[in-house]
């Protein structure tokens, strides 16, 4: 009898033999105080739902629902659900599909970013108190991918991500439009006077003609590009767009590859290493891909006994500085990533990274990344040069993304360089314009009265893990109405959150510590404040003495000592107390590998 068979069911009932309980629906059985009355109640209610003994004795493979009503990126959830399961049936598991919470990016408030570690516990128990001996996670969206990677690494049984895959672009008098780079470049031409309010709602028409993720390199199409760097999903998924027949092979081959892996229990901590992170930040800065990427990566990173502490910020900046910018898309370039998919995809990209990446790295198919890599030629084209262009002609020399440090971020902030649309921006000095919050940016930033040039450093603050909470995109502050109209494209911006990774400009973000916390030097930055930033030397600095830095913290700290603050319930308060700083991940640090506690 193969290990894969059911034992009789007298030796399920046999009460003086054990219970086998590492696999199928043994595993994981609920405490009743009798582990044959155990697997007996549980044979009674799963037989309610038609299942026969032989479909039980197979490998269980669940798949995670993510589909919502409110996560039109998730909108073929249900097709992938259907052709994931086929993969499994056919290769000799049983599918069983279970949901999750499923978190969207523009439908959650006050950020999708405040749930995505919600909807990595959420994942993590259903993973570790159910019967799987593999799971297949479906997601897509923003924050979906790495809460599922974080809680599936933390649970550490087989797991295989499955994206939902990005929309096509749309048309907008001939010209191609797509979410959400082009979401944000035409709203900021309607605030300018440069487009009226019927064109604007025109464009609001085709900018998402399809159902899936944004279009661009945006942060759902980095955490796909990056899970497949991992080693832990086929290559073609990162790019398949989501109403291809091509994603539904790919869920196909999920499927198949689920089956497999429960077989040969290949867990998620066995499988990763510091060569898989480190491939993955290769590719991250290759792609030009969004600055959530750093948080995230840092949190999935975080989950892994063996790699917590190895990846550090450091790494990212240290990787960019021997890794070109190679993909032309937005809004570092100019195309859409059904452009990336023809022009072979993450296939074409790691073999033209081969020299930089480290070969070694294991993956989910059980080959090294170079095993994969020799079985899988890739032959150039036109389109492949144009759109992934060679190590000798890159689209930015390096680190397309850059981590600076300085007096006002000593524990970091990131820049996305290579988005920059004024280039001279990239080492500047100038006057801060600091709005305390979200609320009196949205107040101000309009205001005819606003003393600000175009030669001003916009700063926002108290907008960080705790202080928003959840490190909402408001990074991406709007240029001033005024200055809009004249003509000014971008500036200098600089806070403690986060932005679109669609987004585009000369932005400063996840400066750490963030304002909210009382010995914060960011939060002690005053409106006339001179600001300095060199990219080059990744420095951003406060112009002021160490003394007077000094006196400033010390007044806000004693102010907070005395300012009562009102506690909160439920998973705010769970939130506020718990949210690391961004250069940890902003997870939460009791669901770290170490649980918080370090030396």
């Given amino acids: 009898m193969s290990q894969d068979e059911a034992p009789p069911i007298a030796g399920d009932y046999d009460l003086s033999t054990p219970i086998p309980s590492t696999s199928g629906l043994r595993q994981g059985l609920t405490s009743y105080g009798d582990a044959h009355f155990s697997l007996f109640l549980r044979k009674v209610f799963v037989k309610a739902l038609g299942y026969s003994e032989d479909a039980l004795s197979r490998p269980i493979i669940g798949i995670i629902n993510t ?33 999750t919470i499923s978190v969207a990016e523009s439908f959650s408030a006050p950020t999708s970013m405040f749930l995505r570690n919600l909807m990595s516990m959420d994942t993590e128990e259903m993973i570790r108190a159910q019967p799987l001996d593999a799971c297949v996670m479906i997601g897509g969206c923003d924050k979906t991918v790495p809460a599922q990677l974080m809680g599936g ?41 440069e487009i009226d309010i019927e064109e604007i709602s025109e464009i609001n028409e085709e900018l998402a003609p399809t159902i899936g993720t944004c279009g661009v390199m945006g942060t759902a199409s980095t955490m796909a590009c990056i899970t497949a ?6 290559l073609r998924g990162a790019s398949a767009p989501a109403v291809s027949s091509a994603r539904a092979r790919v869920a196909e081959e999920t499927g198949a590859n689920a089956v497999r892996t429960a077989r040969e229990k290949w867990k998620p901590q066995d499988i990763l290493s510091k060569e898989s992170f480190l491939n993955a930040i290769i590719v991250l800065q290759a792609i030009g891909g969004s600055t959530n990427a750093v948080v995230h990566l840092m949190a999935i990173a975080n989950r892994h006994p063996k ?7 450091q790494t990212f900046e240290e990787v960019g500085r021997k890794t070109p910018l190679l993909v032309d898309l937005k809004p570092s370039g100019d195309n859409y990533m059904n452009d990336f998919h023809n022009a072979g995809g993450m296939l074409a990209l790691l073999h033209t990274l081969r020299p930089l990446l480290y070969l070694s ?11 994969v890599l020799d079985a899988s030629p890739f032959k150039e084209f036109p389109l492949s040069r144009q759109i992934i262009r060679p190590l000798s002609n890159p689209l930015y020399p390096t680190s397309s993304l850059v981590v600076l440090t300085g007096n006002i971020a000593p524990n970091g902030a990131v820049m996305k360089a290579s988005a920059s649309k004024d280039r001279s921006l990239l080492k500047h000095k100038g006057p801060a314009v600091v709005f305390a919050n979200s609320a009196d940016l949205a ?6 009265d606003l003393e600000v040039t175009k030669d001003s450093i916009l700063v926002l603050q108290n907008i960080g893990p705790i202080g928003n909470p959840g490190m909402p995109e408001a990074g991406l502050l709007p240029i001033p109405r005024k200055l809009a109209s004249q003509g000014v494209k971008d500036m200098l911006r600089i806070s403690d959150g986060r932005m679109s990774g669609t987004a585009g400009g000369t932005i400063i973000l996840h400066v750490s510590p963030e304002s909210a916390v ?9 409106t006339g404040d001179i600001i300095t930033c060199d990219v080059e030397s990744r420095t951003l600095r406060l112009e002021i003495s160490d003394e007077e830095l000094k006196k400033r913290i010390e007044a806000r700290v004693a102010a907070t000592k ?3 603050k009102p506690k909160q319930r439920g998973y705010r308060g769970l939130y506020e107390r718990s949210v690391n700083q961004a250069q940890d991940g902003a997870d939460f640090d009791f669901l770290t590998a170490d649980g918080g506690e370090r030396d």
């Fill in 153 to 193: 690494i933390s649970a550490n049984k087989p797991i295989l991500p499955l994206i939902t895959g990005p929309m096509m672009p749309g048309s907008h008098r001939g010209k191609r439009i797509g979410a959400c780079t082009d979401c944000r470049n035409n709203w900021a031409a309607f605030r300018a006077g």
């Fill in 361 to 371: 790295a294991k993956t989910i198919t059980g080959q090294t990344l170079g095993e």
């Fill in 229 to 234: 760097a991992l080693g832990m999903m086929p």
């Fill in 67 to 99: 589909y919502s009503g409110f996560n039109p990126c998730h909108g073929n959830v249900p097709q992938l659900i259907e052709a994931t399961k086929r993969g499994i049936h056919l290769n000799g598991g049983l599918a069983v599909e279970f949901p």
């Fill in 443 to 448: 107040k101000r930033i309009d205001d005819p």
């Fill in 518 to 526: 009382p010995e914060s030097p960011f939060g002690i930055v005053q």
């Fill in 307 to 313: 790699v917590q502490g190895v990846i550090t910020l």
């Fill in 562 to 564: 005395v300012e009562k």
